[in-house]
């Protein structure tokens, strides 16, 4: 019996990539001055960060609704199993819908709460890739995916927590003391919550803070999956941040795996952030 995955868009993998891949990747929608967009399919993250700087209004986002997951199970039927890999369930209710069409399909589906978002959401799904290519099944797959979830680390640095506090994402005192202090604040995933993890003055310092952090976790498991993650018209902090860490890569990975925040993180990260996810090496 087969194997077919699923996952939403929150984890920032374009539908070309899902298709070369063989993934399905479910948009949420984004809603931007009273038009819908479907995160990924009518929207790329380029579009998106064109249309945000002009918007009247900071954009929201929606949920996948259980009947859109449904759909999707009839379509793949019953003779294969399905592992369904969702965006952290304590910031959206998209895990739970997947649950909910799982037990009306009655199928061999396997849902999994990455606990993340971005990037830290991709190398999750990018390890189960790997281990459907090994040959595990469904069950397997899900299990080891729950067991090895919390050693996913993703810290961020972020231009303003303006976006997180309107998005309801973080709370305002912690919203102020960035933006009063005029500092570069760092945040991550702790519990499936965004978290401060600290604050700097000036990129160079938000940069030396970020490698500080994935030191403090216990660094970067380069066995396996990687990504990095920006937001915005253009790669170039990102590239900035590449190149100050260099001593962290160089040695370890000739490949640094890259993407860019879609619409449904882009509306509360903002544009400007630069994030690394990693399974921590212990």
């Known amino acids: 019996m087969s194997v077919k995955i699923i996952c939403d868009s929150a984890c920032d993998m374009t539908q070309a ?40 209004n900071l954009p929201t986002t929606s949920q996948i609704a259980p009947a859109e997951f449904l759909n999707v199970y009839n379509r793949i039927g019953k003779e294969e ?48 890739l790997r281990l459907r290519a090994q040959g595990l099944n469904g069950r397997e797959i899900a299990e080891e995916l729950e067991r090895i979830k919390d050693k996913i680390c993703i810290v ?17 005192l912690a919203a102020i003391a960035g933006t009063v202090l005029n500092v570069k604040p760092v945040i991550g995933i702790a ?23 994935i030191q403090e976790k ?21 590239d900035d941040y590449i190149e100050c860490s260099r001593h962290i890569w160089e040695g370890n ?15 509360h990260a903002g544009p400007g952030a630069v994030a690394v996810a990693f399974f921590v090496n212990k």
């Open 17 to 56: 990539e899902a298709s070369e891949k063989d993934v399905i990747i479910l948009p949420l929608k984004t809603l931007i001055d009273g038009k819908e967009y479907r995160d990924g399919i009518d929207i790329d993250g380029a579009e998106f960060y064109r249309l945000l700087s002009t918007s009247k």
């Open 81 to 128: 199993q399905i592992v369904v890999i969702s965006m952290s369930g304590a910031l959206s209710g998209t895990a739970q819908s997947a649950k909910i069409a799982a037990m009306e399909f009655g199928g061999e589906v396997y849902c999994v709460d990455s606990q993340n978002v971005t990037a830290g959401e991709r190398i999750l799904l990018e390890y189960a």
């Open 156 to 172: 961020a640095r972020v231009d303003t927590l303006e976006y997180l506090k309107k998005g309801g994402r973080l709370g305002t």
């Open 191 to 213: 519990d499936g919550e965004v978290k401060i993890f600290g604050k700097a003055r000036g990129a160079k310092q938000s940069n030396n803070m970020l490698t500080k952090i």
């Open 218 to 238: 216990g660094g970067i498991d380069f066995s396996m999956p990687l990504m990095l993650a920006y937001s915005g018209s253009d790669r170039s902090l990102l």
């Open 253 to 267: 990975t000739e490949n640094l795996p890259v993407c860019i925040m879609g619409s449904t993180i882009g509306t």
